[in-house]
């Protein structure tokens, strides 16, 4: 096992789901309302300190982590999944920089230290959540907002 202490790996945070623009449809109910459901979280990306791991070898053969996007939304109010959280381990001692500053981003020291290095998008609005009083049929949904992509 060759002892590896200095590797560059590019994060990706997921990306928000988009909104859903739907109206309820029934036999008897020839006007419904706007039912389209709000868009899931896309996944942040941490970095987790652990004593299993003693060289950063791993990294020479996988260097890019993408975590996942959020679902859109859907009709009938529903929401869209959140995407999941990736936890990329590292050994005890290890040192996190960004690449484009060349500022430390944290310390790893002890087994559980966890830094958030890529923040997910938010999921976009349906347009239920834009419904008032004076707008009862919204024709427009809110796309995703990207998060801090990472490095």
Same mark, same amino acid.
């Given at each position: #096992?060759? %002892?590896?202490?200095?590797?560059? &790996? ?5 990306? !928000? *789901? +988009? =909104?859903? #623009?739907? %109206?309820?449809?029934?036999?008897? &109910? ?5 039912? !389209? *459901? +709000? =868009? ?112």
């Amino acid at each position: #096992m060759k %002892f590896i202490d200095r590797a560059e &790996i590019n994060v990706h945070a997921g990306r !928000g *789901g +988009n =909104g859903c #623009m739907s %109206f309820r449809r029934e036999k008897y &109910i020839p006007k419904g309302g706007p039912d !389209g *459901g +709000n =868009g899931g979280r896309g996944g942040n990306v941490y970095i987790k300190a652990t004593d299993r791991l003693q060289t950063l070898e791993d990294f020479t053969y996988k260097t890019q982590f993408k975590a996942q996007s959020g679902e859109e939304g859907r009709r009938a109010n529903q929401s869209g999944k959140d995407g999941e959280d990736l936890i990329i381990e590292v050994p005890c001692g290890t040192i996190v920089w960004d690449a484009e500053t060349g500022e430390p981003l944290g310390d790893l020291v002890e087994p559980g230290d966890t830094l958030l290095v890529a923040l997910g998008g938010r999921g976009g609005r349906g347009n239920a959540t834009f419904a008032t009083s004076t707008n009862q049929a919204p024709r427009f949904s809110e796309k995703e907002k990207l998060g801090n992509p990472g490095t």
